[in-house]
């Protein structure tokens, strides 16, 4: 089956630590995206990339980074930097339809 | 800036009731219109669009009508199931250098058997 898979589903780390998401897809997709969703709010982008070695910032991408060195691939790291970091995480993919996106199930990203 | 604005929830109701959840939005160009649905501990999955004026989207018994002239895409279905209840999201696309949707805050339905 065709789809994104974001892995681990829920995360624990310590302040201070970095962090990888892990975000595959297998749609041929050519553009990717990270949202964050925070409780009552909508989702906010973080970053995304329309291509393979390219990625653009997003609305809140201070205290985040990426890499896209695969067409499946799009990990999101979460660095000590984020203030923040406690959040529902959420990866999508779109192909020539770019408003049609495609989604994961999610990571809960807890920070203590 | 371009945005979309959602009745707050949650909405409550009984099964076989008529929903409807209110979606304004404001935008400089010519947006398309989403609604997306999150069911419990799962990603979106887009429900409906509507691309122009006028236009109706529908799916699984669920209808918006893209308004230019009140700026709504508000989402109706006629008779609601208990399997329904999630979160909806409204949102708008526009083709600018982004390509990235805006989201409004979500509004979640809970149906009561």
């Known amino acids: 089956d065709g789809g994104i898979t974001q892995s681990p589903k829920y995360l624990f780390r310590k302040e201070g630590q970095n962090v990888t998401l892990s975000c595959e897809q297998n749609?041929?997709?050519?553009?990717m995206y990270w949202y964050r969703q925070d409780p009552g709010q909508g989702l906010r982008l973080i970053y995304y990339s329309q291509i393979v070695n390219d990625f653009q910032k997003g609305d809140i991408a201070e205290g985040y980074s990426v890499s896209r060195e695969k067409k499946e691939s799009f990990p999101l790291t979460v660095t000590s930097a984020q203030k923040n970091p406690t959040a529902f995480y959420l990866c999508?993919?779109?192909?020539?339809?770019?408003?049609?996106?495609?989604f994961g199930p999610g990571t809960r990203l807890t920070v203590t | 800036g371009d945005s979309v604005t959602q009745m707050e929830g949650p909405v409550t109701l009984s099964e076989e009731a008529f929903l409807t959840i209110n979606c304004t939005y404001t935008a400089t160009g010519y947006p398309s219109l989403f609604w997306y649905v999150q069911y419990p501990g799962e990603g979106l999955q887009l429900l409906l669009k509507?691309?122009?004026?006028?236009d109706k989207g529908s799916n699984k018994g669920f209808e918006a009508t893209y308004r230019k002239e009140t700026t709504s895409f508000h989402l109706e279905k006629g008779s609601v199931q208990v399997s329904d209840s999630a979160v909806y999201f409204c949102a708008l696309f526009l083709m600018d250098s982004s390509y990235k949707l805006i989201f409004g805050s979500g509004t979640r339905l809970l149906v009561r058997p």
């Open positions: 749609l041929n997709h050519d553009a």
């Open positions: 509507a691309t122009k004026a006028d």
């Open positions: 999508a993919s779109s192909g020539q339809e770019h408003y049609e996106q495609y």
